[in-house]
């Protein structure tokens, strides 16, 4: 169970790159998932298989798409908590102010992670840097 855990841990890393998404798909990479034997599974198995699943079913395009739909909506609730972190007993907040960069790249940490050229196309659609 150990070490199919560090192999689904290892593929899950590789997974990130769709060209070896490509190539685990054309080895039957899904069929040999499916056939693991009950004796081998470990506690948390299934939430690593899922990734597994999502990754080969994303390509670049759907990726980068659910990235900016998560920037578009994660980021008015950010900008809120930061106006309430800046003016806690203000009733209204100065509009406008936007998020430090250090707050957005914490918030979008496992986006980031996931493939930081597809997260950066996706931040520079949808954010604006302002100094």
């Known amino acids: 169970a150990v070490v199919l855990q560090s192999a689904l841990q ?3 890393r590789l997974l990130r790159d769709y060209k070896y998404v490509l190539q685990f798909l054309d080895a039957g990479g899904i069929q040999q998932l499916l056939r693991i034997a009950p004796e081998l599974r470990f506690p948390g198995h ?3 298989l899922v990734v597994l699943f999502r990754r080969c079913l ?3 395009a759907a990726l980068q798409h659910a990235m900016e739909t998560d920037i578009r909506s994660q980021l008015p609730k950010l900008a809120q908590k930061e106006r309430h972190l800046a003016y806690p007993t203000s009733s209204s907040f100065p509009r406008g102010e936007g998020v430090p960069l250090s707050t957005f790249l914490s918030h979008f940490a496992a986006a980031a992670c996931r493939d930081p050229k597809c997260f950066r196309r996706a931040m520079e659609n949808v954010c604006e840097l302002v100094k």
């Open 46 to 48: 299934v939430g690593m």
């Open 58 to 60: 994303e390509d670049a």
């Open 10 to 12: 290892l593929l899950t």
